[in-house]
């Protein structure tokens, strides 16, 4: 799908609140599919929840995803922390979660200096950073996008102006 990023017109009609509760939503839907995935995919894994995320157990693999704002909102540069160990070989990755309301639109949302400093981290220690899109959030119809933001800004399929808003087209 297209991406922008560049000055866009943010929608200041969404109060802070508001934009915090369709976060947490749309944290909350990744965190879901997530782990039904890893259910689905390990069907014979040890499975185990706990206050930060869960952790997938089966002989020779380990994963272990942490939802950083599964009890408060820590403000981190990312939202989920996926550490996997298959044998000798370990790998973490960082996932990030955008969230909208509007499910088939250009959705517009923020970007901090933050978030793009922990994605080039990844990308120069090779691990994985990943943005999640989720859109349609408080509808029947959510939908969810997992995209590499950094391949596509190499790959010329992203303007970047300002880093502060990014506008994603479906």
Known sequence: FPVTIGPALFSS???????????????QF?????????KERHPNAQIRE?????????EGYYKRVRWLNKSDELYESYD??????????RKTRYLEVKAS???????????????????????RENKGYRLYVVRGIFSEAVSMEKCDLLSMVK???????????ISIKS
């Open 101 to 123: 309301t509007y499910q088939d639109a250009e959705i517009e949302m923020n970007y901090s200096l933050d978030e793009w400093g922990v994605m080039l981290n990844s990308e």
């Open 80 to 89: 989920f922390q996926v550490e996997v160990q298959k044998g000798s070989s």
């Open 30 to 38: 990744v965190y879901r599919s997530l782990l039904d995935k890893h």
């Open 50 to 58: 706990d206050e930060e995320g869960y952790t997938i157990q089966s």
């Open 155 to 165: 790959a010329d399929q992203v303007s970047v102006k300002d880093y502060k808003r």
């Open 13 to 27: 009609h969404v109060t802070k609140e508001e934009r915090e509760a369709i976060g947490r939503e749309g944290e």
